[in-house]
């Protein structure tokens, strides 16, 4: 076994500490009640919310079970799920699930877990209620719990045995799929989420997929969108992605109109090709088209599959979230062959990029820092209001190459504050000095972007693919461990808790590490030490060390 260094390790070790069954959270303080609560006494059994017992043993033959009995909307459910590592250590992971799923209970079935329950008592959650042994832990809520993570402990060892037999008669002999915990294993779901809404097909098992974001700059057309490709095919993709101009060549085109997924598409074919060169979902701005390259060698069996995904395809407008620039005509200025264009939009700036398409030979070309930015209101443009009086630029001039290209970043917040959903235009001049000449000739451009957010979300950061983590980690990009998002208003959220920071931490640890090491928190507080982040990342063994997670939460490292 190759080696491998003491960064990479830990990253490893936290990406299982953080994801899989082993990770403890952190105890929250709490206020003691007074005296143990005695289920069915002090407690009703008709204010039971959640119960849940868990047992996990981390050494070899490494085994994890959970039971979760619940009330919500009205019903009465109860879910198990059971991980085994057999012949290895733990702790088990998500990947090492081999029974899981939710059942709703019935009215009786219920009130035999209620009569388990009853007479046993409750009491503050312990620091050391984790600490060491197999379990089982377990923690009981209720409608007027006066704390979090209640510690219950049965009225007795056989109150114990009936109730994990109970639940033994409660798990199905065959396998449950639960669509939030597990994907399909022949049926999975692609999806891309973007500033012009979210669009989806379902996979085989036997086709691959990628979602490609805004500015990735991985699709040969479009601005974000799907790739997907047939895991037996030697090349070729298809790509289905947003634009925001779709136009067609009319020579030797053949093009008809098919129902697929549900609506009707428009479907055009090249000199005789034997299959479709493109089929546009929706005709009207954004356009998403489908195209393909390279797939002379894929079989019809594989084309069959192709439609099929196709067919499955589903686009829901509501959901958008981040930012995009689009092309107006503003955005060039044919006299000195430049165009302006804008890329990675947030509500506190963005990329612009100058290219000269057409050298005119008018000699030096250059830009300075300042701008203006206006609104669209009601198809009028107005001046966004300036949060200071009297901003000013540096007065710094940047040169265009020749037949070349410039980019700046630009950051607004000073003067302009964070922007709020809706469309843009950033305005820009450019001087010429032709040769000869004394005098400076200016022209303006200007570059339209977007900003979306459904329900106050300006961009989601999905939690990374255990399958591509070790490449992240090789390339050295961060692992995103939980998902989060990038809110509208500039804050961030978790899908428990809301803050106000977002903190890239990095150093170097101690042990001989031959890099540094970058850790990712959701903070309410405004400064975190790298000590402190190492140790609450899930390496320390003084529970002290550990945020709240109201006040602070890795989501992301690397």
Request: charged share 25%; aromatic share 12%; glycine share 10%.
């Amino acid at each position: 076994m190759g080696k491998i260094n003491l960064t990479t390790l830990l990253v490893l070790l936290l990406i299982t500490l953080m994801t899989g069954c082993g990770a403890k959270e952190k105890p929250e303080d709490m206020s003691l009640f007074g005296s143990e609560k005695i289920v069915g006494k002090d407690i009703p059994t008709s204010d039971i919310t959640d119960f849940y017992y868990t047992e996990e043993n981390i050494n070899y033959d490494a085994h994890y079970q959970r039971y979760r009995f619940y009330v919500e909307d009205g019903k009465y459910l109860f879910f198990h799920e059971t991980r085994e590592r057999r012949n290895d250590y733990g702790p088990c992971t998500e990947d090492d699930t081999t029974l899981i799923g939710t059942i709703e209970l019935t009215a009786e079935q219920w009130s035999q877990f209620a009569d388990l329950i009853n007479g046993g008592t409750v009491k503050a959650r312990e620091d050391s209620a984790e600490a060491g042994g197999i379990g089982p832990w377990l923690y009981l809520y209720w409608t007027n719990d006066k704390g979090k993570h209640q510690q219950f402990s049965f009225d007795s060892y056989d109150t114990q045995a009936r109730f994990e037999k109970f639940c033994l008669s409660l798990v199905p002999d065959k396998p449950e799929k639960d669509e939030s915990v597990i994907e399909d294993e022949f049926n999975g779901e692609l999806s891309v989420v973007g500033p012009y809404g979210q669009i989806s097909v379902s996979l085989p098992d036997n086709w691959s997929g990628e979602a490609v974001p805004v500015d990735e700059g991985k699709l040969m057309y479009g601005l974000f969108g799907l790739i997907i490709k047939p895991v037996s095919a030697q090349e070729g993709q298809i790509e289905i992605a947003f634009m925001d101009s779709f136009g067609v060549c009319g020579t030797g085109l053949s093009s008809e109109n098919w129902n697929l997924a549900g609506k009707k598409v428009s479907v055009g074919t090249y000199d005789d090709h034997e299959y479709w060169d493109y089929i546009v979902f929706n005709d009207e701005k954004p356009q998403i088209v489908a195209q393909h390259t390279d797939c002379d060698s894929w079989t019809e069996e594989m084309w069959d599959e192709a439609y099929s995904i196709l067919d499955s395809f589903q686009y829901n407008e509501k959901n958008a979230e981040g930012g995009i620039g689009q092309y107006i005509p503003d955005s060039e200025a044919e006299a000195i062959g430049v165009m302006m264009d804008v890329s990675h939009v947030t509500p506190t700036g963005l990329t612009v990029r100058f290219r000269q398409y057409d050298d005119k030979g008018l000699g030096e070309l250059t830009y300075g820092e300042g701008y203006t930015l206006e609104c669209l209101n009601n198809n009028s443009w107005e001046a966004v209001p300036m949060i200071i009086d009297n901003g000013v630029f540096n007065d710094l001039g940047y040169n265009i190459p020749p037949g070349g290209e410039s980019e700046i970043e630009t950051n607004w917040e000073w003067l302009y504050g964070k922007l709020s959903p809706g469309t843009y235009k950033i305005t820009r001049k450019v001087w010429t000095k032709p040769q000869g000449g004394d005098s400076l000739s200016s022209y303006t451009l200007s570059a339209q972007f977007m900003l979306t957010g459904s329900n106050g979300i300006f961009r989601t950061y999905e939690i990374t693919d255990p399958d591509l983590s070790e490449q992240y980690i090789k390339d050295d990009k961060l692992v995103t461990m939980v998902r989060y998002y990038e809110m509208t208003d500039g804050t961030w959220k978790t899908d428990d808790h809301t803050y106000k920071y977002r903190l890239e931490i990095t150093g170097r640890l101690g042990g001989g590490a031959v890099k540094d090491s970058t850790f990712v928190y959701l903070s309410n507080i405004e400064e975190i030490s790298f000590d402190q982040a190492w140790k609450a990342a899930g390496l320390s063994s003084n529970m002290d060390d550990y945020f709240d997670p109201k006040d602070a939460v890795l989501v992301a490292m690397k």
